[in-house]
């Protein structure tokens, strides 16, 4: 049972009001909001536990230790992943990948060497492998997409040569909503000898996602996209590769041993984790994935999925709407366009009729300049969305193509 009633009570900020009406909060991709479950897990950190972790014997610190590693076996457990050595905590996806593209890079990539991105990557997943290329002298190549916003698997077969060394590509496109077939991406590239990098940050927080199901070798998520707090997140990668990869950055708790001369490193995952953690947030990042489990995430999927349906079913009806991205088999994320009313315009006179939604290029500019425009109004769904809220939106663009 989906008590939207009792959920929608966990979020206060829900209950709150913008320009005097009820705030419509559709801007969920940017990012969500939290329950109290998560904002009592920091309280009660912070109030009563509060110790750096790993560094102390005394009681405080033993016990925030444990908490902060019981959080990596939540996580372990929510992506399927076979160790928790396996589980490396950032301040988010972004980076989790530049993480990747320096160890990585050091390790494994050299001059003429090739990385494949896709049209459809925010510019954190693909800014950080320029860079590396830049470094290296290797070659970015980036698969198309179709006119309907998926990807050309075609391209993608042609592009794969025996010099690409990383696959990198979003599990859910952030603007189009297009769901990718990261599980036959991943194949593909296997039986290339290539490794590959899921970008999970539009996915963990609407579907199950299973690491040895997909079999990729890398996976990044952000906290603050599933009802976590800001400036924490996950790089996922199999051992057997993060083993082989040098430390991104040095200091405490990535070290095993100092001296002038010579250093050697920690074991996984603390290696890549240097510095005192963010462990109140891993607390409550551990907080907010025991709180989408506890509604379960099929039944989170279903209703995002009928509210998308939904909206994409009504908002198809306005005159001169364009809705970019594919109409089936896509995630709770529609970007839209109507008439020649700029989006920031239309973005503008939603929020005053209290309806939040993000515009612009969201992160996407090579995207935008493959659909020949320089933004969307894109409006995303949580599990906390109704349908009244949809059809508050909807009556919004209406008012909004009135005004024009
Ligand atoms: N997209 C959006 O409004 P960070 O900022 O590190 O938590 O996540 C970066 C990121 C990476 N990949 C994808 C697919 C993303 O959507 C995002 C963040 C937000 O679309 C903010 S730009």
Redesign the pocket.
């Known amino acids: 049972m989906y008590d939207i009633t009792a959920i929608r009570n966990d979020f206060p900020i829900l209950g709150r009001e913008v320009y005097k009406r009820p705030l419509v909060y559709l801007?969920n991709?940017?990012?969500t909001q939290k329950p109290r479950q998560v904002v009592d897990a920091m309280v009660d950190e912070y109030y009563n536990v509060n110790a750096n972790v790993h560094r102390g014997v005394h009681f405080l610190s033993q016990q925030a230790t444990d908490l902060h590693e019981q959080s990596r076996e939540t996580v372990r457990r929510f992506i399927n992943a076979q160790s928790t050595s396996e589980i490396i905590f950032t301040?988010?996806?972004?980076?989790?990948?530049n993480l990747l593209a320096f160890s990585f890079g050091e390790a494994f990539v050299k001059a003429g060497d090739e990385i494949l991105v896709t049209e459809m990557?925010?510019?954190?997943?693909i800014v950080p492998w320029q860079m590396l290329c830049e470094r290296k002298g290797a070659v970015l190549k980036v698969v198309p997409i179709s006119d309907d916003g998926t990807l050309r698997m075609d391209e993608y077969r042609r592009l794969l040569s025996d010099r690409t060394r990383l696959v990198c590509c979003?599990?859910?496109?952030?603007?189009l909503g297009t769901v990718n077939p990261v599980k036959e991406i991943v194949e593909i590239a296997h039986s290339n000898g290539t490794l590959v990098l899921i970008?999970g940050?539009?996915s963990t927080p609407h579907f199950a996602v299973d690491m040895q199901d997909l079999d990729c070798d890398f996976f990044?998520f952000?906290g603050?996209?599933i009802y976590a707090p800001?400036g924490v997140?996950v790089l996922y990668g199999k051992e057997e590769w993060l083993d082989k990869l040098p430390p991104y950055q040095g200091g405490g708790e990535m070290i095993q041993k100092v001296t002038f001369e010579h250093t050697t490193y920690n074991a996984l995952p603390y290696k890549f984790e240097a510095g005192t953690p963010d462990y109140v947030a891993t607390h409550a990042l551990a907080a907010a994935l025991d709180y989408v489990s506890s509604l379960g995430m099929d039944n989170i999927f279903a209703h995002e999925q009928d509210l998308t349906r939904y909206a994409l079913e009504q908002l198809s009806q306005i005159e001169g709407m364009r809705i970019f991205g594919p109409m089936d088999g896509r995630d709770a994320v529609i970007s839209f366009l109507v008439g020649d009313i700029h989006h920031l315009d239309m973005g503008t006179l939603l929020d005053r009729l209290g309806i939040a939604v993000?515009t612009g290029h969201?992160?996407?500019d090579p995207l935008m300049s493959r659909l020949g425009i320089t933004g969307t109004v894109?409006a995303?769904f949580g599990l906390y969305n109704t349908r009244e809220e949809v059809d508050a939106l909807v009556a919004g663009v209406e008012r909004v193509r009135g005004m024009f």
């Open positions: 801007d991709g940017a990012t301040r988010g996806t972004t980076e989790s990948i990557e925010h510019h954190s997943n979003t599990h859910v496109s952030n603007v970008d940050a539009q990044a952000s603050h996209k800001t997140g993000r969201h992160c996407a894109r995303s």
